[in-house]
């Protein structure tokens, strides 16, 4: 019964939820909607950078280790004496054929594309061809008809018999180019070799008798210095690489106090007296593709920069453009602006690319 206030409404009873399961919170989103991903994208690089530095690391100790195993058995890696060469070659002519040495691994068309641009643009020079292991084995009793293929094209072409696991990035490449020099001085007399990549063509003639004037053709920079800019010295893993390099360290022990310099290895060409002597202390059958960074960019350069000053040198002849080369360059390198250029980079390494086919479509 009223005492004469309101009566106030009796609470509603909430259905009981024994037995139910609680409807999911949405923290997910709203953590996500707070924070973003990009912390969690970032540790998950983290954890994959530092199980491939620790993969890598293993392999550099594991590879060097290899090296100085060699060095206490009384292996002589990697000594040339390039300054005693060039005192003997200085102020002297050498006639002879030029060699052009090329490395690929992948697509007939295209290898045939350069070695036809190759007789079109340089038809006094040698050729040898060396084919990537994997090129080899994906190419089976086809490599055989490649071969043919290639000898209708350019009569005179040396192919390797032997084939090397070419490496994007390793020290492999030099081995195969080593390589092609031992097997062709077998073969013939040839009195430079330039070296020369699978996705570089000619634009134009003048390459032997251009080269006949020099005794080297090369181009450098030093990396080791403020203000360097090339990659190989900004990353950690190739730094770390090359300077535990007891090969490149006893490279850097015919130049000591002089920086660290690396270079192109499209176009570089040297005098058969210098391959000669390369070669003669170059361990073909050490395994080169293990190495973590391209030697062939520095290798020959830094055995070089203390003799330049007694021979004769010109540039690299290659016009390089990692993004890919342009026809306005062709042209540019066609006309001479650059009287040192002969060859442009990166022409991709498709048939139908219309770089390369305007290349094929050149005058010669």
Known sequence: ??????????????????????????????????????????????????????????????LYGLIIDRLDSGVDLLRPD????????EGTERDGRLLIGLTVHESPECVLDQVANLA???????????????????????ARVLGRELAKVHPSIIVNPRSFETVYGSGSLLQAQVSNWMLARERGSFARFSLMSSNELLVRSGLEQHLAGADVAVSYNPIDVPGATAGMWRSRLRRASILGDPIFAHVMGRNPGRSIVQGLHEGLCMRAELWDEFARVFDLDFPHHEILYPTEELYLHNLLQPVVQRLRVVPTTCLR????????????????????????????????????????????
């Open 120 to 142: 079109k643009f340089a038809p006094q020079a040698g050729v040898v061809l060396h084919l990537a292991g994997s090129f080899r084995r994906q190419l089976g009793e086809d």
């Open 1 to 62: 019964m009223s005492s004469g206030g309101d009566i106030l409404p009796s609470p509603a009873v909430a259905p009981s939820t024994r037995g139910q399961q609680a409807p999911p919170v949405p923290r997910g989103n709203a953590w996500r909607d707070r924070f973003g991903l990009g912390w969690l994208r970032n540790l998950a690089r983290g954890v994959r950078n530092r199980r491939r530095r620790r993969r890598e690391e293993g392999t550099i100790g594991r």
């Open 321 to 364: 453009n990692l993004g890919g080369i342009t026809a306005a360059q062709i042209e540019e390198v066609r006309r001479g602006t650059s009287a040192e250029r002969f060859s442009v980079k990166r022409v991709a390494r498709r048939i139908d690319d219309p770089i390369r086919r305007a290349i094929r479509e050149l005058p010669d």
């Open 82 to 89: 390039f300054e005693l060469v060039a005192r003997s070659i």
